[in-house]
């Protein structure tokens, strides 16, 4: 069983950055694929990023050039660093994993972490 932690949302201005964390316990992620999604009020989840257990990095294209996902199985943490932000980039961010190929698919994950908003003002 895996837990997930998300921390590192917050309010922050159009053009500022943020950096989200997503702990893992329980076991290692090393071997999974981790992602990112994101819930705006209104909308349907959808998949921001994910990152293979080989490093492989893919993102929805409008976070492309923006944001970057990131990994340290030493710390059993994934990150997902966000530049240029827009007031469209609001929403709960969740992380979650799958073992063991990424994808894009939510209902292919196994684990969840709780979110944590990120609201951008403009």
């Known amino acids: 069983q895996v837990q997930l932690v998300e921390s590192g949302g917050g309010l922050v201005q159009a053009g500022g950055s943020l950096t989200l964390s997503c702990a893992a316990s329980g076991r290692t992620v090393r071997d999974y694929a981790m992602a990112w999604f994101r819930q705006a009020p209104g909308k349907e989840r959808e998949f921001v990023a994910s990152?293979?257990?080989?490093?492989?990095?893919y993102y929805t294209d409008s976070v492309k050039g923006r944001f970057t996902i990131s990994r340290d199985n030493a710390e059993n943490t994934v990150y997902l660093q966000m530049n240029s932000l827009k007031p469209e980039d609001t929403a709960v961010y969740y992380c979650?994993?799958?073992?063991?190929?990424?994808?894009?698919?939510?209902?292919?994950?196994?684990?969840w972490g709780q979110g944590t908003q990120v609201t951008v003002s403009s």
């Open positions: 979650a994993a799958k073992d063991p190929w990424v994808s894009r698919n939510e209902a292919e994950y196994d684990y």
């Open positions: 990152i293979s257990f080989m490093y492989a990095t």
